[in-house]
């Protein structure tokens, strides 16, 4: 027994070597990481459905798709197609426990709320004669922050080379109306008073939201890596009804009409944001 003392203490020296090797080649004493990155989202439900509605609402539908229209400086009516999300986002991460990782992330977007491409309000149904008109008031635009807590497990106690990275996120989704746009009535009614335009317009719409995301690293050099990776993203309400009809309501507190019941933006908002559930990713991570 005593001839084997040599050997588990040569084994014990050299499994500690290794170890610390891999401590410095790999961790560098590193514990916070800090993330820069882009996320591209094809707008793959609004794209099928482009230019559909619902016949069987009493009220023209604005129905599904990818169009949105806007007034330029010269107050014209123009449109174009947002088939696209593009979604940048910044995050830290503390590590623990070697392969560990918990978080704050944050990202910013810009919205457009889109509808079919040629939109028309009035009445058409079984018990109405038609009496279409074209819809020519501007569609709302919001900026999007998010917040969330992440947690992450590393596959190894190796931050670098080519590691992988599952997280997991909880947090909100913030819309909040972009109040510098030209929003009109038509081309010559502006929304001076943008309370005629969105009830409530001050208030922002604010959704629950998970995600489960993958990471693919790249170590580039001892503090930088290349980050390539999927976000998914869930909500935690489901009550969306796209096909909702006239998009216009009645702000009883304030006793006027508006262009856009919270109700109808609240739906829109919450299809084509979560119903868009998979983002592509890449950035580049600091790590000190």
């Not at 005593?2 to 070597?17: D, E, G, H, K, Q």
């Not at 947090?171 to 929003?183: H, P, Q, T, W």
């Not at 009109?184 to 009830?199: G, K, Q, V």
């Amino acid at each position: 027994m005593r001839n084997l003392y040599p050997y588990i203490l040569t084994f014990v020296i050299i499994s500690t070597a290794f170890y610390n090797q891999a401590q410095n080649s790999y961790f560098f004493n590193q514990r916070n990481i800090f993330t820069v990155n882009a996320s591209y989202n094809p707008r793959l439900v609004p794209i099928l459905r482009d230019n559909s509605f619902d016949a069987n609402y009493y009220e023209t539908s604005l129905g599904l798709g990818t169009y949105y229209q806007r007034y330029d400086k010269d107050d014209v009516l123009v449109g174009g197609h947002n088939k696209h999300n593009l979604m940048l986002n910044l995050a830290y991460g503390r590590i623990f426990n070697r392969n560990k990782v918990i978080g704050l992330e944050f990202n910013y977007q810009k919205h457009r709320m889109t509808i079919n491409e040629n939109p028309t309000s009035g009445y058409n149904n079984y018990y109405y004669e038609e009496d279409l008109e074209p819809y020519i008031v501007s569609t709302p635009v919001f900026n999007i922050y998010d917040i969330q807590f992440t947690y992450g497990l590393f596959n190894s106690n190796h931050l670098a080379p080519n590691q992988h990275l599952i997280s997991y996120g909880v947090g909100v989704r913030i819309f909040s109306l972009d109040k510098k746009e030209n929003y009109r009535e038509d081309p010559s009614t502006p929304y001076t008073d943008l309370s005629y335009f969105l009830a409530d317009y001050e208030k922002n719409f604010i959704f629950a939201r998970l995600s489960l995301n993958y990471t693919y690293r790249i170590l580039l050099s001892k503090n930088l890596s290349f980050d390539l990776g999927v976000n998914s993203n869930i909500t935690l309400t489901t009550d969306f009804d796209p096909y909702a009809g006239d998009p216009s309501g009645y702000d009883f507190a304030n006793n006027k009409k508006v262009a856009y019941s919270r109700e109808y933006i609240k739906s829109r908002l919450g299809n084509y944001s979560f119903f868009n559930i998979f983002y592509f990713r890449t950035g580049l991570t600091f790590a000190i």
